[in-house]
């Protein structure tokens, strides 16, 4: 297959070369916020999960694409990022899940690619500079250059309403009711709860009093794109609902709930992506091996309330926080793993004990 | 939790000698943990029969035994020792099944020694097949249906049972020994038999075949506070049905979804949990079904494995350094990853290349055996290659095989371009060493990916790749101009792995034009680091391979510095010593204060662990890719800062031959000039005539008319090879002109065995010497330094005659039988070889001794196969003496530093060789030694008499000599005036004597009572036969020479015998009174042991 040649420019000039694969824009180009994910598996986990809306993904790992895609692995009904990088792309999948190349899965929901890059070298820049904004595409490098010179990051911007859905839908038949706060929330994340609960996926833009109109036993907050300072509504939200149900949260769930607990949160260098980050749970000392995705983080020591319960243990950076009094906890990774480890999926059982009114841990 | 100061001292023991299943990985291993555990502050007693091992260095443990390793001498030792504690995992199968035979025995409870790493019920449920399956039953995972059998009655019920195909597998073995897949009831009765006597408890099991499904493997930790990673996933490109050993295999996985990877990875943790693997390494292997995903455990290893060392160098993760640091107390989180330097060792490694491992096998060195791979471990050697997609890291490694083939793309010049395609099909559907270029062929033809993925099981994803690799390949041909190409052009190529030789072969370019051309386009060989972390955090060790990307990570560096060229895979010939050669060039030139750059490409090795050199680059040994390492090195000069030279006289023959692409003025030591004259024939007897040194007459050959006239001239018997090889490669003695034509046509034959190797030229024509019949062969090692001085380290006298490869003789330090003045003739004559040929460093010189005349049969003026040996038996850290001395330090300095001895050091003490050979691998191999090497290891036995070395010598090479019973012997008539002495000291010792027909009438004429007459093997009325007498157990011992021509029949049937029945067969006279002496020093002596640390004081 011959392919057009293609350039991939950061905010900062510098430049890739590499070729157009899966969808080809008209405008010759596509922009977005470049962050890097190491995971050795789970490519269409990543491109389908909403936390990656606004952002250009580029796998670390050089061949994506070998087992091909199956609607069974999607997380949301169609890919959210802006597009991908990718050195080699398999145009030949070999599963017996799989129902299609990559590619093909690529074209049809227009999401561009640049293949053929030294994404080694893209991670190394984006490790040294931070997660920088940039275009790639197959038109006039100078017109891909400009472009990548205007392309905005995900600082201060809400991305979350882009993917919220718009109405409510109720999964599972459990005995009590979860109300799940739909920021981008992913399918393995509705999967993970509707086994223990009965729940309802409501709008990002749900009001407390409509969260308590539902009679939850339990209030979950998802993952999703963007910056998590950026959504003072939704934290108004949880202020309201704190101590009066219990509450876990992930990944952007999490850093909104710390900021209903009075913290803070930071915007680290590149973030967190991959399925290999060791985490503490300082309850029992236990190191689980989690998958991440998150850009921003908890600033340390800006919680009014509750402690910090899990720390990662690469960097330091809080992974999870706990306010028993409030019958709240939340965690910055992703215990439903889809995809990476499953060894945090203990946390969906610790919410169940907490809305069975167990004593939960510190 | 950190670590424990219960306890103080720690035994480990490692694996013995390289076997085909257990070769340098556990030294590899062994070497980290016991460097680790010194570190933590541990005392460790370390036991190990291998002398060629970096391990049994005595800087590596505090106390080091090199003994065989067998339960009875490890009670001595733990006796003397008192360990509190013995570390089991880090020795391969051999160190675990010792650890469960001691704690059977209640040593290990007598002694309050506490087994950690693995406790023994944890290995016990791993181990034996019963209790594993029962172990996986009870936490619901899948095995294959199967069930054991004690006999092949039981076994044909349980096929039966279970439905054809069946696999056999014996309990308690290693590498697949005895092992196979059972189409049918006569299969599966010739199988089951030989399971059963593969088995050291008797039991075969017999399981549902799940031959041509996808296999995988799962390298996992676990730490005392039950946190568990996994290091790293392999996935085989040869399906079920291969052993894994034997199988190409890469990583990471590439044909797992995240959902399958990850009920994958539950799986394994659950194994783990349920065995009982407290702490450390293990491997879990799965196999799964390409049509719906059926996922079944096949088996888990209890402790570090080639798969880890593979792992290990994969992905940076040093999975035996942390496993040793975990038995003594730590958890994951408290030990750094020391690749970062930042983050903890409790991650999962992730990697941004691809790794393929490609096993290398020697069928050419064992005539008889199948060239069919299975369920059986067969391949002696490996390679790994690192790129940044599959079709560059496949490529690589094809080309780090050293097998003539510069890449998987082979253009028109393979041997299967001459198949049908019946022949092809059959080549690619029965697995074979060269499966993969039958299948290049193959695609080549227009084969359908379809029909291939059908017919051989290969994953479909791999069988495309390598059609990709082909429609490149069919894009370079002489109509294409490189002179057009831009760096995407180019790229396309460079980063699919093709070397500058395959691009110029295709297009019909010279290799030169190629590499000018690309250079000239700006497309250079970029270095990668690995990192364990795809780049995510910066990393400080340089473990470096080469790509074609945008950027070099090589960091600037303003210290001169030394290139040190490694040994490539493991193979009959060259093995570990070479690894161990280059690892103390490494740790000679560190103390120097210069820093060292690795090149290497076998993963086993302690050369290829990153922290051994100041520099890895895991690269495979080409011209091309070494001048790349050079120029990158170069590059990385700041402030003033050289590279002094590269290193190629102490990786055996590898590195010698890339010593030719190299700049003279670069090769440090010994001048390429000088090496060359030794191999070539009329310069080396143009010197050894103008030394007045004797020679046994002889001359050159290219054909087999010109071999009759040379041997008109001189005689039968002769000794028949080519030049360059190694291992005595296709090496013969002759003493017949049917004999003669035979060998020179195989030799001269385009597709004979050297056809791969450079046929026979001008340049490489077939040496043809007279053969000294009875005469001692003598090795010598010795450095020269630039002032002319020369050390003689040592004088080994072999106990096989001359003609038996030196590689496959028993000898011994200090020589036992040689005169003083012939002692002092090889002194005098080494000199004066090391003169001539103007060596710096080393050289080893070859002499036979016949009735006190010295002759010289060779000269290699680089590093031997006994340096190591040499090192051990003496004390002298001779490789590490000779790399100072190539850089310039005289003997007279190192004398005044105390590095070198002023004179030959004579030890008070006895150390035998012996060498380890693979038969009991190959049924159909004739196990008569001869000028051909075939041994893969080597052992050691150190006593105070030679009787008492040599003794221990042969159980640790497997067999212990008996003390009484009987002794059966078959001689061939020369041999038949020496084999008297022996029956006679055999008959002292109160052994009762069986002979054949012939040699029972000469004993019996000379006075010596025969016991038992045996007849002709399969001829009942000429009275019992041998093959019988051993299978009952009615032997203890044979003797049986081979005639020198004419029918082996015979003998090699009682061979044969004696392998399946483990009993000791020698199959010379010099090694049977070698063995008298050692029954007899045994009796009268006893044994004690003794550390090295103990005998170089």
């Known amino acids: 297959m011959t392919r057009q040649p293609s350039v991939l420019v950061l905010a900062d000039g510098t430049t890739f070369e590499g070729y157009a694969a899966g969808h080809v824009p008209d405008e010759g180009f596509t922009s977005g916020e470049f962050v890097f994910n190491t995971a050795l598996s789970g490519y269409q986990e990543v491109i389908t999960d909403p936390s990656y809306a606004g952002q250009i993904v580029s796998f670390t790992y050089p061949h994506i694409g070998n087992y091909g895609v199956t609607p069974l692995d999607d997380e949301s009904l169609r890919p959210w990022c802006e597009g991908v990088v990718i050195r080699e792309l398999s145009n030949l999948p070999s599963n017996w899940r799989s129902v299609g190349p990559l590619e093909g899965f690529l074209r049809q929901h227009r999401v561009a690619a640049i293949v053929g890059v030294d994404t080694r070298r893209l991670t190394r820049h984006l490790r040294a500079h931070g997660a920088l904004p940039g275009a790639f595409g197959h038109g006039d490098p100078q017109v891909v250059a400009a472009a990548a010179r205007v392309a905005r990051g995900t600082d201060g911007t809400d991305l979350v309403t882009r993917v919220s859905t718009g109405e409510i839908y109720t999964r599972g038949v459990g005995e009590r009711h979860v109300v799940a706060l739909d920021y981008g929330i992913k399918t393995m994340m509705v999967h993970q709860l509707a086994e223990r609960f009965r729940v309802s996926v409501v709008p990002a833009s749900t009001s407390a009093e409509e969260i308590r109109s539902l009679e939850p036993d339990g209030v979950f907050l998802s993952n999703g794109p963007g910056d998590p300072a950026a959504l003072g509504d939704q934290v108004r939200v949880l202020e309201t609902l704190l101590g009066t149900v219990p509450i876990f949260g992930i990944c952007l769930g999490h850093q909104l709930l710390a900021q209903a607990l009075g913290g803070r949160t930071f915007k680290l260098p590149f973030g967190h992506h991959g399925s290999n980050h060791p985490v503490r749970d300082l309850a029992t000392g236990r190191i689980e091996i989690t998958a991440q995705n998150h850009n921003y983080a908890v600033e340390p020591d800006t919680l009014a309330h509750g402690v910090v319960s899990h720390v990662n243990l690469n960097d330091g950076v809080i992974e999870g926080v706990s306010a028993p009094s409030e019958r709240c906890f939340s965690v910055q990774y992703h215990p439903e793993a889809g995809p990476g480890p499953h060894d945090a999926r203990y946390l969906f059982e610790r919410f169940e004990n907490a809305l069975r009114g167990v004593t939960m841990g510190a | ?1097």
């Not at chain 2, 360990?83 to 160190?95: C, E, K, N, S």
């Not at chain 2, 036992?816 to 103007?838: C, N, Y």
């Open chain 2, 1 to 1097: 939790m950190p670590k424990r100061v219960d306890i103080h001292s720690i035994m480990v023991i490692g694996s013995g000698p390289i076997v085909i299943g257990q070769a340098c990985e556990f030294d590899y291993s062994g070497t980290q943990a016991c460097q680790v555990l010194r570190a933590e502050g541990y005392k460790v007693i370390l036991v190990n029969s291998n002398p060629a091992t970096i391990m049994t260095d005595p800087a590596t443990a505090d106390v080091t035994y090199v003994e065989p390793l067998d339960a009875d001498v490890l009670i001595d030792i733990i006796e003397r020792e008192r360990p509190d504690a013995l570390l089991p995992t880090l020795g391969g199968q051999t160190a675990l099944n010792l650890t469960m035979e001691l704690v059977r025995r209640g040593v290990t409870e007598r002694f309050g020694v506490e087994v950690i790493g693995a406790r023994p019920e944890a290995i016990a449920t791993a181990e034996d097949r019963d209790l594993f399956k029962t172990a996986m039953a009870d936490i619901g995972l899948a095995v294959p249906e199967s069930g054991f059998a004690r006999n092949v009655d039981e076994a044909y019920v349980i096929a039966e049972d279970i439905g054809w195909p069946v696999m056999i597998r014996p309990s308690f073995i290693l590498g697949g020994s005895g092992t196979g897949i059972a189409h049918d009831e006569a299969q599966l009765r010739t199988l089951a038999g030989e399971g059963i006597a593969a088995s050291p408890v008797s039991e075969i099991l017999v399981e549902r075949s799940v031959a041509g499904w996808k296999e995988f493997e799962l390298e996992v930790m676990r730490d005392a506070a039950d946190n568990c990673v996994v290091v790293c996933g392999i996935e085989n490109f040869d399906p079920m049905g291969v052993h894994t050993g034997d199988s190409i295999t890469v990583a990471p996985i590439q044909t797992l979804s995240d959902v399958e990877y990850q009920a994958m990875r539950d799986d394994a943790f659950a194994v783990l949990r349920r065995v009982g693997v407290e702490t450390g390494g293990s491997n879990v292997q799965f196999a799964v079904n390409p049509v719906d995903g059926e996922r079944l455990v096949i088996e888990m290893n209890p402790r570090v494995s080639r798969s880890s060392a593979l792992a290990s160098k994969a992905t940076g993760f040093p999975i035996a350094k942390i496993a040793a640091r975990l038995a003594v107390g730590y958890t994951l989180d408290e030990i750094r990853n020391d690749i970062t330097e930042v983050t903890p060792a409790s991650f999962e490694p992730v990697i941004d290349y691809v790794v393929t491992k490609i096993p290398r096998w020697a069928f050419e060195k064992l005539p008889g055996a199948t060239a069919e791979l299975g369920t059986r471990m067969q391949s002696v050697g490996e390679v790994m290659a690192i790129g940044r997609n599959f079709a560059e890291s496949l490529q690589k490694a094809v080309r780090s095989l050293e097998q003539g083939r510069a890449g998987f793309a082979l253009g028109r010049h393979s041997e299967f371009v001459d198949f049908d395609l019946e022949r092809l099909w059959h080549s690619c559907v029965v697995a074979t060493p060269e499966r993969l270029f039958a299948l290049h062929e193959l695609l080549w033809r227009g084969a359908s990916i379809d029909d291939i993925v059908e017919r051989t099981g290969i994953d479909c994803w791999f069988i495309h790749q390598l059609a990709e690799i082909i429609e490149r390949e069919r894009e370079l041909s002489p109509d294409v101009v490189l002179e057009t190409f831009d760096v995407r052009r180019w790229r396309r190529y460079k980063q699919w792995g093709f070397s500058d030789p395959q691009i110029a072969e295709l297009c019909g370019r010279d290799v030169e034009a190629v590499t000018v051309l690309r250079r000239a386009a700006g497309v250079v060989t970029t270095f990668n680091t690995v990192d364990t972390c795809a780049a995510e955090f910066e990393a400080s060790t340089p473990y470096h391979y080469s790509t074609y990307e945008d950027a070099s990570e090589v960091r600037p560096s303003s210290r001169d510095r030394v290139i040190i060229l490694g040994s490539g895979p493991n193979r009959i010939g060259q093995g570990i010593e070479f690894d161990y050669c280059c690892v103390h060039a490494s740790y000679a030139l560190r103390d120097m204060g210069f820093e060292t750059v690795m090149v290497n490409c076998n993963p086993e090795t302690v050369s290829t662990d990153y922290s051994t050199s100041d520099r890895l680059y895991f690269e495979p040994l080409t011209p091309e890719d070494v001048a790349e390492v050079i120029a990158a090195e170069r590059a990385a000069c700041v402030d003033g800062a050289r590279v002094l030279g590269v290193i190629v006289s102490l990786g055996g023959q590898t590195p010698l031959k890339l010593s030719h692409s190299l700049d003279p003025a670069l090769v440090l030591g010994t001048p390429v000039a000088s090496i060359d004259s030794a191999e070539d024939r009329e310069q080396w007897s143009a010197i050894c005539k103008s030394l007045g040194l004797r020679q046994p007459p002889g001359d050159v050959a290219l054909t087999l008319a010109e071999a009759r006239t040379v041997v008109r001239a001189i005689g039968y018997p002769v000794l028949v090879r080519p030049s360059y090889v190694l291992g005595g490669r296709a090496m013969e003695i002759v003493y017949d002109d049917a004999s003669l034509e035979r060998v020179m046509k195989d030799l001269t034959s385009e597709h004979g065995s050297l056809a791969r190797e450079g046929g026979v030229s001008q340049s490489r024509p077939i040496l043809i010497d007279s053969f000294l019949e009875d005469a001692i062969e003598v090795d010598v090692d010795a450095v020269r330094d630039t002032r002319g001085d020369v050390f003689v380290a040592g004088v080994m006298e072999h106990v096989e005659e001359a003609g038996v490869h030196s590689g496959d003789s028993a000898c011994a330090l200090p020589p036992q039988t040689l005169s003083a003045a012939v002692l002092s003739t090889l002194h005098a004559h080494t000199k004066k070889i090391a003169d001539s040929l103007g060596v710096v460093g080393l050289i080893n010189v070859q002499y036979a001794v016949k009735d006190e005349e010295v002759f010289v049969l060779e000269a290699n003026p680089r590093a031997s196969r006994t340096v190591p040996f040499v090192a051990k038996a003496t004390g002298v850290a001779l490789a590490q003496v000779a790399v100072r001395v190539m850089m310039g330090q005289s003997l007279r300095e190192l004398v005044e530093l105390g590095v070198v001895p002023a004179a030959t050091p004579v030890p008070h003490y006895v150390s035998v060789k012996e060498a380890v050979l693979p038969f009991n691998r190959f049924p159909g191999v004739d196990t008569v030694l001869g000028p051909e090497m075939r041994s893969t290891g080597e052992v050691m036995g150190v006593g105070e008499s030679f009787g008492i070395a040599f003794a221990k010598a042969q159980l640790a090479a497997g067999t212990r000599l008996p003390d009484q019973g009987q002794v059966f012997m078959s001689l061939a008539d020369r041999d038949k005036v020496q084999g008297l002495e022996l029956a006679r000291l055999l008959a002292d010792l109160g052994f009762t004597l069986a002979a054949t027909v012939g040699t029972a009438g000469y004993l019996r004429s000379h006075g010596v009572v025969v016991a038992t007459l045996v007849g002709k093997v399969g001829l009942a009325e000429m009275g019992v036969d041998a093959v019988s007498m051993i299978a009952a157990g009615d032997v203890q011992l044979v003797v049986n020479t081979p005639s020198g021509s004419g029918a082996r029949a015979d003998g090699a049937l009682i061979r044969a015998a004696c392998i399946v029945h483990a009993v000791s067969c020698l199959t010379t006279i010099s090694a049977g009174l070698a063995a008298a002496k050692g029954i007899a020093d045994t009796r009268a002596q006893g044994w004690r042991v003794a550390s090295l640390q103990e005998l170089h004081r």
